[in-house]
């Protein structure tokens, strides 16, 4: 299994970036995914969630109304498009494949992990 995110960058504060996380390995639309991030010192923190057919989806707090997580069975990749960025939540991004069809909510959760991908938001 094989998961490989890209899209990370440096932007400045309020700009938008679109994270992909191309899937292999798995029979893709059979497991919820997650995306999580990671800033240094700091655990790790789901940050969107979304199950096997994209009809549920679910967000913490902080984002809401700002990230959309989507994904694209036929293409086997998930996606979260992130606007309006913030300095603090520069981190490594990481998305993540569950072995259940259904959101779950704790990274120890999840099976499958990429690599992570540098989001580095200036002021």
């Known amino acids: 299994v094989q998961l490989v995110e890209s899209g990370g960058g440096l932007v400045q504060a309020g700009a938008s970036l679109t994270l992909s996380c191309a899937v292999s390995g798995l029979t893709f639309n059979r497991h919820a995914l997650g995306w999580f991030r990671q800033a240094p010192g700091k655990e790790r923190e789901m940050v969107a969630g979304?199950?096997?057919?994209?009809?549920?989806?679910h967000y913490v707090e902080s984002v809401k109304g700002r990230f959309t997580i989507s994904r694209d069975n036929a293409k086997n990749t998930a996606y979260l498009h992130l606007n309006s960025l913030k300095p603090e939540e520069s981190a490594v991004y990481f998305c993540?494949?569950?072995?259940?069809?259904?959101?779950?909510?704790?990274?120890?959760?999840?099976?499958?992990w990429g690599q992570g991908t540098q989001v580095t938001i200036s002021s």
């Open positions: 993540a494949a569950a072995r259940v069809s259904y959101i779950l909510f704790a990274p120890g959760l999840y099976e499958y």
């Open positions: 979304i199950n096997w057919s994209g009809s549920d989806t």
